[in-house]
């Protein structure tokens, strides 16, 4: 039986890596006496695989794990186990069946929404009205934003612009804040701190580390043409 589990990370635990944050789960499920599903041979492992590894420092509300089970209690009795096997940042939000045929969550995954918010002491001083005008003349107006993307390997020119399905100006706490959904997967994967930064540039400001804290909010499957779809309505409360 496949089962995709919800869960959020806050706090300290934002700190914690992928591998580290796949070790834990690991345990968790042992502790909350998940009866998942082991691999076969010679080194059996828990059937297990995360959607969108999140980045060190980045808060979500989105972040999903599948899972095999052999058995399995429902959906309220399953989330309680597993929030008392949790340590204060991690908490378990929801807990689906999905059909068998379901591809695992890490395939699919198309794109992802974030809040960007401004740390104290690193705000602009461009008015909500600025930004909002600006964001329209750097995303909206053009038909490309052509980019140089680095990687540790070689370097590419991009559109930018394809790979940003919404960019808009928030406010958050009286202060400006950012909304933007990216595209998030193995092919074509956009980190929000690279779009703030050739934001930045286009308004001919210098971008300094760490000015923004950065949510996720959701993580999706789907296309921009067909819709996207939160990959916890893939799956069926169990009673």
Known sequence: MKIRIKFSKSGNMKFIGHLDTMRYFQKAMRRAEIDIAY??????????????????????????????????KSTAESVWALNQAMVEGFQVLDYRKLPDQAKTAMSIVSCADYILTYREGYACDKTLQELSEAVHVFYEVPEKIEITKKTKKSEKIIDLKQLIYDFQVLEADHQPAFYLKLSTGSSDNIKPELVMEHFYKFLNMELKDFTFKIHRKDVYSGSLTDGFISLNDMGEVLS
Not at 43 to 71: C, K, R, W
Request: hydrophobic share 35%; glycine share 12%.
């Open 39 to 72: 691999s076969t041979g010679f080194s059996p492992h828990q059937i297990m695989s995360f959607a969108a590894p999140l980045g060190v420092g980045i808060t979500s509300e989105g972040e999903y794990l599948d899972i095999e089970v052999n058995q399995t």
